[in-house]
């Protein structure tokens, strides 16, 4: 005997989505809404996921022996066909969050400039949660707070760029935030990098000194490092007064390239089977450091 389908059409033509707005606040304002302000555990909401389709399978195999006629079949088709709708509200809520999660990224990779509705709070959190996983308040890139900086068009130019090209690399790969990672990874940037991302407060050439304590390694060689590198159009670093923080895009290679994300990698190759043997040193050792 076959199962009544659901009357409701939409579950095979589901209705579309609300367009997505022009206004860059209003889409990060969605962004917010539905993105951070609906933040669940992943695992647990795909979990509960599954187990509302294997309850719409069991209802199936309990109509499966009823005849349409009774009156338990139209009881038992009412509770599948209620799972069946919550099923398709969340795959539509879902697809509406990557659609608003895409186009900000697609419209900051493309447009931003550290002006107008772009420094909106609501803006400057969407971004920060979508480069780095938190909502903060202010983006940071060379010498300038995000808002309230005051930029000529030089320092507008390169802060916008910045942002626009790891905006980039968060939907594809970019080549001016692979090479930055480049610059950094096995040079005297990875220690300083490395320290100013674990650190909670800016930290000048001494306190970096301080933390990573080797002797052929000391404020003066860190000074000189950080100098090297702070005409570069893209760097790692924000400048306060005579100290250092790590810049948005600093913050994000980090995140992206630095040592968690190669263990899982390494992991993940020891588990496939790969050779895990030798006595390889990670690019971190001072030892190892080139000049950059």
């Known amino acids: 005997m076959g199962v009544t389908p659901m009357s409701d059409e939409e579950q095979n033509h589901p209705k579309e989505a609300d367009a997505i707005p022009e206004d860059i606040v209003e889409?990060?304002?969605?962004?917010?809404?539905?993105?951070?302000?609906?933040?669940?555990?992943t695992k647990a909401d795909e979990q509960d996921l599954e187990e509302i389709k294997e309850e719409v399978e069991q209802w199936n195999r309990e109509l499966e022996s009823l005849d349409?006629?009774?009156?338990?079949?139209?009881?038992?088709?009412?509770?599948?066909?209620?799972?069946?709708r919550r099923i398709?509200?969340?795959?539509?809520?879902?697809?509406?969050?990557?659609?608003?999660?895409?186009?900000?990224?697609?419209?900051?990779?493309?447009?931003?400039?550290?002006?107008?509705?772009?420094?909106?709070?609501?803006v400057i959190k969407a971004i920060t949660h979508e480069l780095l996983g938190e909502a903060r308040e202010e983006i940071l890139v060379g010498e300038y707070r995000l808002p309230g900086a005051e930029l000529d068009n030089k320092s507008l130019f390169t802060v916008s760029r910045n942002i626009r090209a790891t905006a980039s690399h968060a939907n594809?790969?970019?080549?001016?935030?692979?090479?930055?990672?480049?610059?950094?990874?096995?040079?005297?940037?990875?220690?300083?990098?490395?320290?100013?991302?674990?650190?909670?407060?800016?930290?000048?050439?001494?306190?970096?000194?301080?933390?990573?304590?080797?002797?052929?390694?000391?404020?003066?060689h860190i000074g000189d490092a950080l100098g090297k590198v702070m005409d570069r159009q893209y760097h790692p670093y924000f400048k306060?007064?005579?100290?250092?923080?790590?810049?948005?895009?600093?913050?994000?290679?980090?995140?992206?390239?630095g040592p968690d994300v190669k263990k899982d990698s390494e992991e993940s190759f020891s588990e496939e089977g790969g050779?895990?043997?030798?006595?390889?040193?990670?690019?971190?050792?001072?030892?190892?450091?080139?000049?950059?």
């Open 27 to 41: 889409i990060a304002e969605g962004y917010l809404d539905l993105i951070v302000g609906e933040e669940t555990d």
């Open 275 to 292: 050779d895990e043997g030798g006595d390889k040193k990670p690019n971190s050792e001072l030892t190892n450091f080139q000049d950059d």
């Open 172 to 220: 594809s790969p970019d080549e001016r935030i692979t090479n930055l990672w480049g610059s950094i990874d096995g040079t005297r940037q990875y220690p300083i990098v490395e320290v100013l991302f674990d650190s909670a407060e800016l930290l000048g050439p001494s306190g970096i000194a301080e933390i990573i304590q080797d002797e052929d390694w000391d404020r003066r």
């Open 68 to 84: 349409e006629d009774d009156e338990l079949y139209a009881i038992g088709v009412e509770e599948r066909d209620n799972l069946k």
């Open 240 to 257: 306060g007064e005579d100290s250092y923080t790590l810049s948005l895009v600093g913050e994000y290679v980090w995140k992206e390239f």
């Open 88 to 122: 398709k509200e969340r795959n539509q809520t879902e697809k509406r969050r990557e659609q608003i999660r895409q186009e900000l990224v697609e419209r900051t990779a493309s447009e931003f400039i550290a002006r107008d509705q772009w420094l909106d709070t609501s």
